[in-house]
């Protein structure tokens, strides 16, 4: 490092789904290959971006709000960037009409232009960075995004208005990027899309996401698979007899159903009914037996009656998922529900949402308690309160002590106790072969 300068410090704050997880870490990884530190207090940084969320209106205000709270401090200090990215960033010169101290707007996962941003803005601050490249910590769990954006309209959701229409990237490009984390230390990679099982659509060639899986399942040092999220319409039957066939691929299925009332989904366009639904969840359970499903939710939306939120809450009971995202419904600028009538009071969304929310915590309990006095296999990706934390094939989160190092191993634990959310266990005299890589 050139004695002159300092390192410069990045400040990121992020929110909303896996891809803008995805997103932020990689980012985060740029800046510290110019190299940036990473730092906590936003008032230490020359560096600040906010990666944004806008599905609901309860991630806009939260934008909205940290927005807020950094313009003090960016008068305070002009020589501070303030970079902002995401779903958030719609018509740019509205937002740069209202927010004048950002000093730039990025569209979702824009990360190439604001890098070159970053490299502009330190030109004018008259130093480079870094002189030197450095690494970021691999971590156990990665995601690597395999498509962006989405070719579906779906009445309530902004995500394909924000992050446009579908683009799948090559197969050879996500295996180039998985053999490098995995090189890395990655032991389990989740591969990402808005709608993952359109994968490969608008690809001349037209290769789907079973031919992903088959292309990374054989990377040595590769131990588990996941893809998330899928849309009922578009999984095809290729991708469960793939996902049953090949070792690596967790046995966990993020299926949104949004509705369990078919008018309630055509209101929606989904493409789907319940019937389809209730099918496509008994083809992966025939294949797959032990699969567990996760499951999105919206109630109250618009229309919205108390026999048709009764119809989603009996489809809840009836199909017994592993987990359920339960949200209230609230408008999108610019989608087609923005413009009807939001008529399910507040109230009555926060009375239906808790109903679900009480009801699937007893189901998960009950589901999890299958678990006790079982063997399970955890990946182990870090610790908390002192324990060892990890996940299962089907995504249930285990919690174990041991003065040893498990970071990044798999251990046989055998669970000691159960709740709706997390498992504890201890490990098995049975696992020491698994520790060595």
């Known amino acids: 490092m050139n004695g002159r300068f300092k390192p410069r410090q990045y400040y990121l704050w992020n929110i909303g789904?896996?891809?803008?997880?995805?997103?932020?870490?990689?980012?985060?990884?740029?800046?510290?290959?110019?190299?940036?530190?990473?730092?906590?207090?936003?008032e230490a940084a020359d560096l600040i971006v906010l990666n944004t969320c806008v599905v609901r209106q309860s991630a806009e205000d939260r934008v909205v709000g940290r927005l807020s709270s950094l313009s003090s401090l960016k008068r305070r200090g002009q020589e501070r960037a303030l970079l902002v990215m995401g779903c958030f960033v719609d018509d740019i010169p509205a937002l740069e009409a209202r927010y004048p101290y950002v000093d730039a707007f990025f569209k979702p996962s824009d990360i190439a232009g604001l890098l070159q941003f970053v490299e502009h803005w330190e030109a004018k601050q008259g130093e480079c960075a870094s002189s030197g490249q450095l690494l970021k910590a691999p971590q156990v769990s990665e995601l690597v995004p395999i498509s962006y954006g989405c070719d579906h309209r779906c009445t309530y959701c902004i995500v394909a208005l924000r992050r446009g229409r579908q683009r799948s990237r090559p197969i050879a490009e996500i295996v180039a990027e998985v053999s490098r984390l995995v090189e890395r230390g990655a032991r389990e990679i989740?591969?990402?899309?808005?709608?993952?099982?359109?994968?490969?659509?608008?690809l001349p060639d037209h290769p789907t996401l079973a031919d992903v899986l088959r292309a990374i399942h054989d990377l040595e040092g590769l131990w588990r698979i996941r893809f998330l999220t899928s849309h009922p319409k578009d999984m095809a039957q290729e991708i469960i007899e793939t996902a049953a066939m090949l070792p690596k691929v967790c046995e966990c299925w993020e299926l949104p159903v949004q509705s369990g009332d078919n008018t309630i989904l055509r209101r929606m366009a989904r493409g789907y009914t319940v019937e389809h639904f209730r099918a496509l969840v008994g083809r992966i359970r025939e294949r797959i037996p032990y699969a567990a499903i996760h499951t999105d939710i919206i109630v109250g939306f618009p229309g919205e009656t108390e026999e048709q939120f009764q119809n989603t809450l009996?489809?809840?009971?009836?199909?017994?998922?592993?987990?359920?995202?339960?949200?209230?419904?609230?408008?999108?600028?610019?989608?087609?529900?923005?413009?009807?009538?939001?008529?399910?009071?507040?109230?009555?969304?926060?009375?239906?949402?808790?109903?679900?929310?009480?009801?699937?915590?007893?189901?998960?309990?009950?589901?999890?308690?299958?678990?006790?006095?079982?063997?399970?296999?955890?990946?182990?990706?870090?610790?908390?309160?002192?324990?060892?934390?990890?996940?299962?094939?089907?995504?249930?989160?285990?919690?174990?002590e041991s003065p040893e190092d498990w970071l990044g191993h798999l251990a046989r634990v055998r669970v000691t106790w159960t709740g709706p959310w997390s498992m504890l266990g201890t490990i098995s005299s049975s696992t020491d072969y698994q520790r060595s890589r």
């Open 17 to 42: 789904c896996q891809m803008n997880r995805a997103d932020a870490y990689r980012l985060s990884e740029e800046l510290e290959k110019r190299g940036y530190k990473p730092t906590s207090r936003p």
């Open 190 to 202: 989740t591969l990402l899309g808005q709608n993952v099982d359109a994968y490969g659509s608008d």
């Open 314 to 400: 009996r489809l809840v009971q009836e199909m017994r998922f592993d987990v359920v995202h339960v949200a209230a419904y609230s408008p999108r600028p610019g989608t087609a529900a923005s413009a009807w009538e939001d008529d399910v009071p507040p109230e009555e969304k926060e009375r239906r949402r808790e109903l679900i929310e009480r009801i699937q915590t007893q189901i998960a309990a009950e589901i999890n308690a299958t678990f006790l006095g079982q063997e399970v296999e955890v990946l182990v990706d870090g610790k908390q309160r002192g324990r060892w934390r990890g996940r299962t094939r089907t995504d249930k989160l285990v919690f174990f």
